[in-house]
């Protein structure tokens, strides 16, 4: 079935240094790829999709890069600051799914001061 | 409004309460979700509701019962839960379109412990 591997688990990096999560996606069909951030106790808020038509995405310190060839995707966070502590999931709207958006395991992402 | 409400925010029920999670959205969104997190986990669809009728139901025990009123109002009716059952319960919705790829927006959840 469809299914989507995230990569690591938990990420410790100190700040201002660059952090980079990675996602592998199983259906070459897949369209759309949303990134989450979960703060602790809170609701998952997107903070960056790509569309299948698009390699590169860069919203301030956030990019996302999509490689359809290799159906992966990355998260890269650049100058990363106390606040981009979280849990982070990328996920896949995969064509036969309907509404559904098949999720990452999630990464624990720590900013060391 | 890009906001999606949900109430209440924290509920401790017995196992042979009932009780109702209530969710809405004044965006327009046809689609509304249902999800069930727990701790250290993505979230886990229960149900979808595409204008106003059920889409899908992803195998969830029918101890959980959804109901969509109108376009606006979503809500998760809970009977005979188990301790098991104690997770955050997070509404979303989005638009529904050809493409089917667009933002889902998700409420602030309910944190639900079964006792």
């Known amino acids: 079935g469809e299914n989507v591997e995230q990569h690591p688990s938990t990420l410790s990096v100190q700040e201002g240094d660059s952090a980079v999560i990675k996602c592998t996606y199983s259906d070459s069909a897949s369209n759309y790829f949303p990134w989450y951030k979960q703060e602790l106790g809170k609701r998952p808020q997107l903070i960056i999709d790509?569309?299948?038509n698009v390699g590169e995405k860069k919203d301030q310190r956030i990019a996302v890069t999509l490689n359809k060839t290799a159906k992966h995707f990355s998260l890269h966070i650049t100058e990363t600051q106390p606040e981009d502590s979280a849990v982070y999931f990328c996920?896949?709207?995969?064509?036969?799914?309907?509404?559904?958006?098949?999720w990452g395991a999630g990464t624990k992402l720590i900013i060391k001061p | 409004d890009t906001e999606v409400t949900q109430t209440p925010k924290h509920l401790v029920m017995g196992m042979t309460n009932k009780k109702s999670l209530k969710c809405e959205q004044h965006?327009?969104?046809?689609?509304m979700y249902w999800y069930k997190q727990k701790a250290k986990k993505p979230p886990e669809l229960m149900f979808v509701y595409s204008y106003e009728k059920l889409s899908i139901n992803e195998s969830v025990p029918s101890r959980f019962s959804p109901e969509c009123p109108n376009s606006s109002l979503l809500n998760l009716h809970l009977h005979a839960l188990q301790p098991e059952d104690s997770a955050l319960y997070l509404c979303?919705?989005?638009?529904?379109?050809?493409?089917?790829?667009?933002?889902?927006?998700f409420g602030q959840g309910t944190r639900l412990t079964v006792v």
């Open positions: 979303a919705s989005s638009q529904v379109g050809p493409s089917r790829d667009t933002e889902a927006f």
């Open positions: 790509i569309r299948s």
């Open positions: 965006m327009g969104h046809r689609a």
């Open positions: 996920a896949a709207h995969f064509m036969d799914s309907n509404y559904q958006l098949i």
